[in-house]
């Protein structure tokens, strides 16, 4: 069983940035790999930064060198630290947890992945 609480969206000028958290709960599993995805309105879904069980990051061409994904395992939170931002950030950002080793970030199957209730990223430009 899996619990995710996402925070720190809002508004921020272009060149800004913002963190996003992730309050995590699992239940049953010993290693997961945890990632940000977000949407943006007319958009599919899109992987943006994913941290393995080992640490192992990736990240998203788009964000390469502005996002910094990373975790506390003592706090259980999952953070997302938001540089440089573009107006194109723009988007709805989930916290997700895939609890069979990435596989599921890999393969796209996103309807087995957890998912948190979102949080609003709005950048002006």
């Known amino acids: 069983q899996v619990q995710l609480v996402e925070s720190g969206g809002g508004s921020v000028q272009s060149g800004g940035s913002l963190t996003l958290s992730c309050a995590v709960s699992?239940?049953?599993?010993?290693?997961?790999?945890m990632g940000w995805f977000r949407q943006a309105p007319g958009k599919e879904r899109e992987e943006v930064a994913i941290?393995?069980?080992?640490?192992?990051?990736r990240y998203a061409d788009s964000v390469k060198g502005r996002f910094t994904i990373s975790q506390d395992n003592a706090k259980n939170t999952l953070y997302l630290q938001m540089d440089s931002l573009k107006a194109e950030d723009t988007a709805m950002y989930y916290c997700?947890?895939?609890?069979?080793?990435?596989?599921?970030?890999?393969?796209?199957?996103?309807?087995?992945?957890?998912w948190g209730q979102g949080t609003q990223v709005t950048v002006s430009s």
């Open positions: 997700a947890a895939d609890l069979s080793s990435g596989l599921l970030f890999r393969f796209r199957r996103y309807d087995s992945i957890y």
């Open positions: 699992v239940y049953g599993a010993s290693r997961y790999c």
């Open positions: 941290i393995d069980s080992d640490g192992s990051t």
